[in-house]
């Protein structure tokens, strides 16, 4: 069996497209990914503590930053290179109508799920875009929060709540939910994956490799084709 060489810490809204983008480069002869999927904030703080990391790669750049500041990226190897849209979701057999961010503060609905609104990017990205339109204080007190952008799409799934808001990447892999709107990009707010090599990574120049193919053609046509929008 093939040892593992590189582990990548990886926000969860990447989990099925960095899982076949791995596949297709160990097939090509790079070394064995291993990855860890979590919401970005608690992979900051997994690497923070000291957890052996090669590449980070995060839903936002505020969890990046937090990082750097620490100097714990790796100089010259953070490049920024996807982004995302947020939509909300209800239940595939939801009879709700929510056709705008308004009818979320309606009666109709009692119960929304947001990956936790204060550290994990999707949370912060969905807040961001509810302050920026007025309703949060409406919609605050409806919120159950999640560990992660996936944890709310299974709140959505098991019918647990009546909305979420997530990632069109994330909708897209569902057949539990549908799409009731799509936040405008000129309203929502800039949503940007940084990837990054940790510093003092113990498999520096593997890591490095795989980092180098995550921007390559090959790999770009798989984040597209799982929605992601990438960047020039």
Not at 87 to 109: C, F, H, M, N
Not at 194 to 204: D, I, Y
């Amino acid at each position: 069996m093939k040892e593992i060489l590189v582990l990548v810490f990886a926000a969860a809204s990447l989990t099925n497209a960095l899982k076949e983008i791995a596949a297709s480069w160990e097939i090509a002869g790079g070394e064995k990914i291993a990855f860890n999927f979590a919401s970005s904030s608690t992979l900051a703080l997994q690497i923070r503590e000291g957890a052996p990391a090669d590449l980070f790669l995060s839903a936002d750049e505020a969890q990046m930053d937090v990082l750097e500041r620490a100097d714990l990226v790796a100089p010259g190897t953070r490049h920024s290179i996807l982004s995302n849209t947020l939509v909300v979701v209800v239940p595939a057999d939801s009879t709700l109508r929510i056709a705008s961010e308004t009818d979320l503060a309606g009666k109709g609905v009692e119960r929304i799920a947001l990956a936790e609104p204060t550290s994990v990017p999707a949370g912060v990205y969905s807040k961001k875009f509810l302050e920026r339109v007025g309703i949060w204080a409406a919609i605050a007190p409806k919120v159950v929060p999640t560990e992660n952008v996936r944890a709310t799409l299974a709140a959505v799934e098991s019918g647990n709540v009546d909305a979420g808001v997530v990632y069109r990447t994330d909708a897209a892999i569902s057949k539990q939910v549908r799409i009731a709107f799509e936040i405008p990009a000129a309203l929502g707010p800039a949503i940007s994956y940084p990837f990054a090599l940790v510093k003092g990574a113990p498999r520096e120049k593997e890591a490095l490799s795989f980092l180098a193919y995550l921007g390559s053609p090959a790999a770009r046509a798989v984040f597209v084709r799982y929605g992601f929008l990438v960047k020039d």
